[in-house]
């Protein structure tokens, strides 16, 4: 009985490893870019998947529309959206 145990041992304690180390951290990047994704506005300054820099110009469920440095503006799915450099947006000023 206990050298059963001491065979499962090992594995048991690799796979709480692998779940703190590889598993949850992951699940936190997950979230939070689901989050990043859920709080996007208009006049963000954005990066896309594929690289791309620009500022969304108007956004709905699904889709957003980008306005590039050019001027163009080209719709993503909002699921391509990586990153947000610069909160943008309109903001409510308290002071007068």
Do not use: W
């Not at 979230?31 to 500022?55: C, F, N, P, S, Y």
């Not at 440095?69 to 000023?93: C, H, M, P």
Request: aromatic share 6%; proline share 2%; glycine share 12%.
């Amino acid at each position: 009985m206990a050298g059963g145990l001491g065979t499962i041992g090992p594995l048991i304690l690799m796979f709480v490893l692998f779940y703190f180390l590889l598993i949850r951290p992951q699940q936190k990047r997950q979230k939070a870019v689901r989050q990043m994704q859920t709080d996007l506005k208009k006049g963000d300054k954005i990066v896309t998947i594929g690289g791309l820099h620009g500022i969304i110009d108007s956004i709905d469920d699904n889709k957003a529309v980008i306005k590039c440095g050019d001027g163009s503006r080209l719709t993503y799915d909002r699921n391509a959206i990586r990153e947000v450099t610069e909160a943008g947006g309109e903001s409510v000023s308290l002071s007068k």
